[in-house]
């Protein structure tokens, strides 16, 4: 468990992340740090619901009701399943990088939520146990609030809170597009990048009818993935799927489109032999 001071001591240096994250580029650190805050690492952004929502309203043929798009399968499901899960939620009081960035644009007091019983471990100081309902109306409050999730294993998680099995500790980020830590994600070793990535069979392109207006390269896009080459918006690779661009077109034109209908089951698939959130008792009926 670590002590307050410490954390303080994080939100105080935290202004400095760019230029650590740019020192990882040299490859003796960033083998030292993506050994010591990585390694095991896997996480995704989800795709925001209503872009999901919005995009299938789109798509649903001609001749079909608009209703038709209720039966849509929503990425936030994948969150939703692991609450669900957990024998253990845990709410952290603030979210950090907010705080630490006096966040003006999104709520302060919506952070980070983390299932498993290693949370068991974070200084209470911090945050406080919560039912699973009152973990699934925080996930429904962040993404109200414009927020955007980030799950999986995260071994930066256990070191700065002092807890761990790192494989009994789930991270569920709500993630603005200015304070978030991983802002650095541009900026990071590539070996790092990797581990943060789009959920799978999300891919973000730009139609036809972007105009060039500009409005999707404004502070926008968290990891700086899409700027303007002449007359129109261009997506690069650092894209993390988090649709967030496709919402602030006025033209409708940047298309968000998941390759397939399972990717609820693929993504719980994906998470859910890197961390094991049921409660103790649980895992010894099952195996
Ligand atoms: S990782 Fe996301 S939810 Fe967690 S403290 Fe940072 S911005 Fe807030
Ligand atoms: S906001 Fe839309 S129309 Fe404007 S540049 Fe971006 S993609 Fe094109
Ligand atoms: S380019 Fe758009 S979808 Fe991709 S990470 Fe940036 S804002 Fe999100």
Known sequence: MRPVWLVQLLKMTFGGRFLLARATRAPLIGALVDRWLFAGDDLFYLPADRVVMAQSRRTIPVGLPVEASADVVL??????????????????????????????????DLGCLFLGEAAAGINPRLGRRVTKEEALAHVRRCRAAGLVHLIGRNRLDTVWLGVGPGDRLLTICNCCPCC???????????????????????????????????????????????????????????????????????????EVTVAHGRFVEESIARITPLVDVRSPSFRTQTG
Do not use: K, N
């Open 75 to 108: 990425p936030s499901q994948v969150v939703e399943h692991f609450i669900e899960q957990a024998g253990f939620h845990w709410l952290m009081h603030t979210c950090i990088c907010r705080e630490a960035s006096r966040c003006q644009d999104y709520p302060i």
């Open 180 to 254: 978030c830590l991983w802002r650095v994600l541009p900026h990071v070793a590539d070996r790092i990048g990797e581990r943060v990535t789009a959920m799978e069979g999300v891919t973000v392109a730009v139609s036809d009818r972007c105009v060039g207006c500009g409005t999707c390269t404004q502070s926008v896009c968290f990891v700086d993935a899409i700027h303007m080459d002449g007359d129109r918006a261009v997506i690069g690779d650092a894209c993390r799927g988090c649709g967030r661009c496709a919402e602030v077109c006025p033209q409708e034109a940047i």
